[in-house]
């Protein structure tokens, strides 16, 4: 296994910058590019100059040697200009931000439960109660000027990450199971009974309920999508699932046990085809893929904050500005109004028609500092990042006696989500044993019971990836589940 050295502090390495460290004799520049940490040989492969003397290029994640000029890719180490042809070595490298169980090094795996926070973004929340706390919208003071026009830049920002058509066409809610609710009342009060609602076996609790619950009220038919033993849907299947009775289909973008990436723009063009609207729960993939709305061509998008950087408790509903207008208010109260009389109310313009009460400003300036985060690393860049993570965990775990994967067995189509088990341990006990080496992963149903009984399955374990996990952590779950196996030898 790879033994972690630990270098440097972070607050030594300011974002765009170099530090030069020494490991058992190697000279390794260690790189903060927009957060993210790599680590290249400190030493130009074409004449002996310290790239670290050199400049760092945060966009194209390069570092440069000051002498001839020649780029190194941060990422590869591959020569990316001249005089230089061979490629610099590459190191893992981690920002360690405490111990557990201890003093173990923290190995964070459960991305898909929730993301760890850049200081940044929890800076921007503090900001916000500290300095400029109050409550926006219709306040005409200098604080409440100030929060909305800082809440509603943060809608912008989210506009632009999902390349949305208008900013009104986001809602802030608390979570993805919110957003869906919504939509699954608001959208839901059109269905007759006998409509029809089309789902996937995979689908997350909250891409489920929300639905039985409308079927229940309205008196409409559930039906189902298959999946393939790979964890895939069984796209042969949709044609004739889909027919003029069909007027919701609501899939997973990307599963959260399985990791499958759904082809939903495909799903998409024949639901519509059809006649019905498409919800996506993107709570999996917003954080960890480029997301554009308009070309997936779904007519309402649904994720969450603290799965993308940002804090718990805000969350996005996307929809199409003209089913929007066309729907009813979900929460009635301030903010969502135009007129109230005694008898009955006018209902204000988007979005604020679907924003009762006071909201989440703080949350939501601080998830549009988390989207400017994502933004410089690049969504290209993140998927990238995630999907070498998930190759190789896939084929270091394949490769381990008694591991049993869940799943498409290539990142191609799968984000960084791992459901496996190890032998008969039980996948809690399992998530236990790994605690004490200092792994953390998630281990249960993951709100997703109908799948684990297509799998065949009462719990897995899950690891997870994000932006800041390395393959030295993926090496430090492979030696954990030897130590756990070891315990029941």
């Known amino acids: 296994?790879?033994?972690?050295?630990?270098?440097a502090s972070i607050e030594e390495i300011p974002e765009g910058s170099s530090k030069h460290?020494?490991?058992d004799g190697e000279e390794i520049a260690v790189v903060n590019a927009a957060g993210i940490l790599y680590a290249v040989s400190d030493i130009c492969s074409h004449e002996y100059f310290h790239l670290t003397d050199g400049e760092v290029d945060v966009d194209e994640l390069t570092i440069e040697c000051p002498k001839h000029g020649s780029t190194f890719s941060l990422t590869t180490g591959a020569p990316q200009s001249l005089p230089a042809v061979l490629p610099v070595r590459t190191y893992g490298v981690r920002l360690l931000t405490r111990a557990v169980r201890g003093g173990k090094p923290l190995v964070y795996l459960d991305n898909a439960a929730s993301s760890q926070k850049p200081k940044r973004v929890i800076d921007a929340l503090s900001d916000y109660y500290s300095r400029y706390n109050a409550n926006v919208h219709r306040g005409i003071h200098t604080l409440s000027e100030e929060a909305t026009d800082e809440y509603e830049k943060a809608r912008r920002k989210i506009q632009a990450f999902i390349n949305a058509g208008h900013s009104e066409e986001l809602i802030f809610v608390r979570n993805t199971t919110e957003a869906i609710n919504l939509v699954a009342y608001s959208y839901g009060e059109r269905l007759r009974e006998g409509d029809?609602?089309?789902?996937?076996?995979?689908?997350h609790h909250s891409n489920l309920v929300p639905w039985q619950l409308l079927a229940d009220r309205k008196g409409a038919k559930l039906r189902f999508?298959?999946?393939l033993d790979d964890g895939t849907i069984e796209m042969a299947a949709l044609p004739g699932l889909l027919n003029e009775r069909t007027k919701v289909v609501a899939?997973?973008?990307?599963s959260n046990v399985v990791g499958t990436i759904n082809p939903v723009k495909e799903i998409a063009r024949q639901a519509h085809a059809a006649g019905a609207v498409v919800l996506l729960d993107a709570a999996q993939s917003v954080p960890h893929l480029p997301v554009d709305v308009q070309d997936l061509e779904c007519d309402f998008l649904a994720f969450s904050g603290h799965k993308m950087l940002g804090p718990m408790g805000i969350g996005v509903l996307w929809g199409r500005r003209d089913l929007l207008e066309s729907m009813p208010p979900f929460l009635a109260g301030g903010n969502m109004i135009m007129k109230v009389e005694l008898e009955h109310a006018t209902y204000n313009e988007l979005p604020d028609k679907f924003e009762a009460g006071t909201p989440d400003a703080g949350g939501a300036i601080a998830l549009g500092v988390a989207v400017d985060y994502l933004s410089e690393i690049g969504m290209d860049s993140v998927r990238r990042h995630e999907q070498d993570l998930t190759d190789y965990a896939l084929e270091v775990l394949m490769s381990e006696p008694d591991v049993a994967l869940y799943g498409p067995k290539s990142a191609d189509n799968r984000g960084g989500v791992i459901a496996f088990n190890l032998g008969d341990i039980h996948p809690h006990d399992l998530g236990t044993l790994l605690d004490r080496e200092g792994v953390a992963i998630r281990a249960g149903h993951h709100c997703c019971q109908p799948l684990m009984r297509r799998l065949g399955q009462a719990a897995t374990a899950r690891a997870s990836f994000y932006v800041y996990?390395?393959?030295?952590?993926?090496?430090?779950?492979?030696s954990a589940l030897g130590s756990a196996r070891a315990v029941f030898g």
């Open 196 to 203: 029809e609602i089309l789902l996937s076996e995979m689908e």
């Open 225 to 227: 999508l298959p999946l």
């Open 21 to 23: 460290v020494e490991v």
């Open 469 to 478: 996990n390395t393959r030295a952590e993926v090496d430090q779950l492979v």
């Open 251 to 254: 899939v997973s973008h990307m």
């Open 1 to 7: 296994m790879i033994a972690l050295v630990r270098v």
